[in-house]
Nanobody
Framework: ETQLAESGGGLVQAGGSLRLSCAPSGFYFGDYAVGWFRQFPGKEREGVSCTKSSDGTTYYEDSVKGRFTISRDDAENTVYLHMNSLKPEDTATYYC????????????????WGQGTQVTVSS
């Protein structure tokens, strides 16, 4: 079954860091675009970051630029989201998903969603 698993979330104080991991089950990322999304309570998922190795695409939502870094380890078949200088407003459930390209960071275009990992940033 094609599905992703997110991990690495937790509770951290403002200014702290976390590294989220996204690992697929049953397939390799290969040429897929891999995106990170987050969902605030009562709201829809929003795009946070995306990477597509084959064309060098890297995308960051404005509010996380300079603080978050997306990377991938092809040997481990894992995509990471390094989150630094975390703020309370980053508190959300974080998901990863795949698409053909990164330029459309709409959740409706992505698939293979995992269960998400909770990130909570305290003041």
């Amino acid at each position: 079954e094609t599905q992703l698993a997110e991990s690495g979330g937790g509770l951290v104080q403002a200014g702290g860091s976390l590294r989220l991991s996204c690992a697929p089950s049953g397939f390799y990322f290969g040429d897929y675009a891999v995106g990170w999304f987050r969902q605030f309570p009562g709201k829809e998922r929003e795009g946070v970051s995306c990477t597509k190795s084959s064309d060098g695409t890297t995308y960051y939502e404005d509010s996380v630029k300079g603080r978050f870094t997306i990377s991938r380890d092809d040997a481990e078949n894992t995509v990471y989201l390094h989150m630094n200088s975390l703020k309370p407003e980053d508190t959300a459930t974080y998901y990863c998903a795949i698409n053909r390209y990164c330029h459309n960071m709409n959740e409706w275009d992505f698939g293979s969603w995992g269960q998400g990992t909770q990130v909570t940033v305290s003041s």
